[in-house]
């Protein structure tokens, strides 16, 4: 048996909309993975201790704000100078198509989930990303 | 109740909030059919008005706001232009909880969900040409409500108009925000002593102005059902009432100037059934529990907005749809204004295309439908009163709940609406996922090319203008009296006396929403959740 995965779901930003944040959060759960949820209004210096302290292998952002141009290259450059881009970085919000391009592209984070994008999609995806060597 | 031949297995058979339904209703279903009194009559299910739209159509009031100042005043012109007849704003998310726009913690967040709105020079933009004499003004704030609501009557004063005859809605509901949407400053008893020092303040210098528009439109859209919605928001009312009585108001003071606010969300008839339950509930409540006697704080008031959580990011265009159904939900349950989203905010705060489109839909219901002749159209269905028994009872089962808890602030603390809401956003998004619940576009009728909309965008140099206006601000103002005015407020925000004249003297000295909350904060300390999943 492998251990389970270890993600932390975290909501960045001023934004108190919560409701996604937690839909996925047990989701992940009953998919058998270990859920770390940051409660609100994290900054990126938080989250990323945050992920190292408790040795996650995901981090899942939920930003509604439209704040993402801002949050998501911030969190991207703390993590490559604490070392840590081997973990697979999931944001989930409303985020315009090219801002996904963009954040993948540019900034590294595995994938976007617009709205609408079903939990079995997001638990697959994480499943399937955590199995590549990091 | 008899048994009726059963729904055939595929078929969804129960109301969004679970409610079991028969395959249809007969005269036994509805007690109390026969005495049903006419609209305009307590406890007013069927309307608070004998002739409703007749009289008066409801108020057409897009919630509107982005960017600067500027951008906002010519937004708002437009929709004046076009027929709307009110006015609502819609601040950004800095502006909310209370941070002004060169703070840190409002870096990307500056004019995106709303329009930046840090001191009264900001104020003053945001009105610049609009009487509010004369237009009647809806501001969602909550946390720094006390402090945008001066700004407001500061600018009122500076164009002459009579603070007596102002009219308008603040929304200035703290509660919600600990259940639902978590835009909370300070913990929950000093910020019910703000929202109390707002209401008393009206009552007794701007009486036409709603002090509080309790809202259940944001425990919606965190995922409950129209039963908890309608349930915790009376709940709410009970508390705010309870808060003002204690302050030494009398009920028929205040009460006839309480507003509600509440979700047009898909299942049309259970949101009727709502809006109907909800108006009786409160009559009974504000009769028998507080004994009021003026007739006024007996009948509910209440704005309507469509559900935004409904509203698909795919085929966007089904948008459109979705809205006018629930539009006519909150119409045909006697909603005295109504806000229809438009069809891209799935994506973004709405394009004007998008806003006209939405606007004009509620032109269409008013003008062409004929719906609003009659009041209350489907009074005496027998599926519709069922329905709006049942909602009321199951409403008033929580309510008692939350009553023996001691009220809904220790229910707050306890977690308790926080842990229902997030059990039934669980529950509805485990039916989507299998089918059970459809989205027309998102898990059945999917297309494979989405069609694409012109979105309205905000780039970051709202960011910067705001903040260069700031730092002239701060450089320009006299800060000897600003820096006084902020002790002065310190110090009322210790004692017990009512903040409000002492806000309204800092604004007027250009002291910014972020200083004034801050000042706020080191009094009264901040407030962290415990997060329940």
């Not at chain 1, 996904?100 to 617009?114: D, H, I, P, W």
């Not at chain 2, 339950?277 to 008031?301: L, P, Q, T, V």
Request: with cysteine; hydrophobic share 40%; net charge negative.
């Amino acid at each position: 048996m492998t251990s389970p995965i270890r993600v932390l779901v975290a909501k960045p930003g001023l934004d108190g909309h919560d409701r996604g944040a937690k839909v996925i959060a047990r989701a992940l759960r009953d998919a058998g993975m270990e859920v770390i949820y940051t409660g609100l209004r994290q900054t990126p210096e938080m989250i990323v201790n945050a992920a190292l302290q408790e040795d996650v292998r995901v981090i899942g952002l939920s930003i509604l704000s439209g704040a993402h141009n801002a949050i998501v290259p911030r969190l991207m450059e703390l993590l490559r100078e604490k070392d840590m881009t081997g973990l697979v970085v999931v944001v989930g919000g409303i985020i315009p198509d090219e801002d996904a391009r963009q954040l993948k592209e540019k900034y590294g984070v595995a994938e976007v989930f617009q709205p609408g994008a079903s939990l079995e999609e997001i638990v697959n995806f994480i499943r399937s990303a955590t199995q590549q060597p990091a | 109740m008899k048994l009726r031949a059963a729904g055939t297995g595929e078929r969804r058979c129960e109301s969004m909030s679970g409610i079991p339904l028969e395959p249809y209703y007969t005269a036994e279903d509805a007690a109390g059919m026969p005495v049903l009194p006419a609209p305009g009559e307590f406890p007013y299910t069927r309307g608070i008005h004998e002739t409703m739209y007749r009289g008066k159509l409801w108020t057409m009031r897009q919630f509107s706001g982005f960017a600067t100042p500027e951008e906002t005043n010519e937004r708002y012109r437009y929709l004046l232009s076009q027929g709307q007849t009110g006015l609502s704003v819609a601040f950004d998310l800095p502006t909310l909880m209370g941070v002004d726009g060169d703070h840190p913690a409002a870096a990307g967040e500056v004019g995106k969900c709303g329009v930046a709105i840090s001191s009264l020079a900001d104020m003053e933009t945001l009105f610049r040409g609009i009487p509010l004499g004369d237009v009647t003004v809806s501001m969602t704030i909550n946390s720094p409500a006390p402090v945008l609501f001066a700004m407001y009557l500061a600018v009122a004063g500076q164009q002459g108009a009579d603070r007596a005859k102002l009219s308008g809605t603040l929304q200035n509901d703290i509660l919600k925000e600990y259940i639902a949407q978590k835009e909370f400053l300070y913990p929950p008893r000093p910020s019910m002593r703000l929202v109390t020092d707002v209401i008393e303040f009206c009552a007794r210098e701007v009486p036409k102005f709603n002090p509080i528009s309790i809202s259940g439109y944001h425990i919606r859209e965190a995922g409950s059902t129209a039963v908890q919605e309608l349930a915790f928001t009376l709940r709410d009312g009970i508390e705010y009432v309870d808060w003002a009585l204690e302050r030494g108001l009398k009920v028929d003071e205040f009460a006839p100037r309480l507003s509600f606010f509440f979700n047009a969300h898909n299942d049309f008839f259970e949101e009727i059934a709502k809006y109907r339950a909800a108006r009786r509930m409160w009559a009974y409540i504000m009769r028998d529990r507080y004994g009021a006697r003026d007739e006024r704080s007996w009948k509910m008031r209440f704005h309507t907005q469509t559900a935004g959580c409904s509203l698909t990011w795919q085929q966007p265009y089904n948008n459109v749809i979705r809205t006018t159904i629930q539009a006519l939900a909150g119409v045909l349950g006697g909603t005295q204004s109504l806000h229809t989203n438009s069809l891209d905010e799935a994506y973004a705060l709405p394009s004007e295309h998008a806003v006209t489109l939405a606007l004009r839909t509620q032109q269409v219901i008013a003008y062409e439908s004929g719906i609003p002749e009659v009041a209350d159209p489907l009074g005496g269905s027998y599926y519709l009163e069922f329905l709006t028994n049942e909602v009321e009872r199951q409403a008033n089962e929580y309510i008692r709940r939350i009553d023996g808890m001691g009220g809904m602030i220790p229910a707050v603390e306890q977690s308790f609406p926080q842990r229902e809401i997030a059990e039934a956003s669980f529950r509805y998004q485990r039916q989507v996922e299998k089918g059970e619940a459809v989205i027309v576009g998102v898990n059945r009728f999917q297309s494979e090319e989405d069609e694409r909309i012109e979105l309205l965008q905000i780039d970051d140099s709202a960011a910067r203008r705001q903040q260069e206006r700031l730092a002239a601000l701060r450089r320009e103002r006299n800060s000897a009296r600003a820096e006084s005015c902020l002790g002065r407020l310190r110090k009322a925000a210790e004692g017990k006396e009512n903040t409000m004249p002492h806000i309204l003297d800092a604004v007027k000295a250009y002291v910014t929403v972020g200083e004034i909350c801050q000042a706020f904060r080191d009094v009264f300390g901040a407030w962290t959740e415990t997060s329940v999943l």
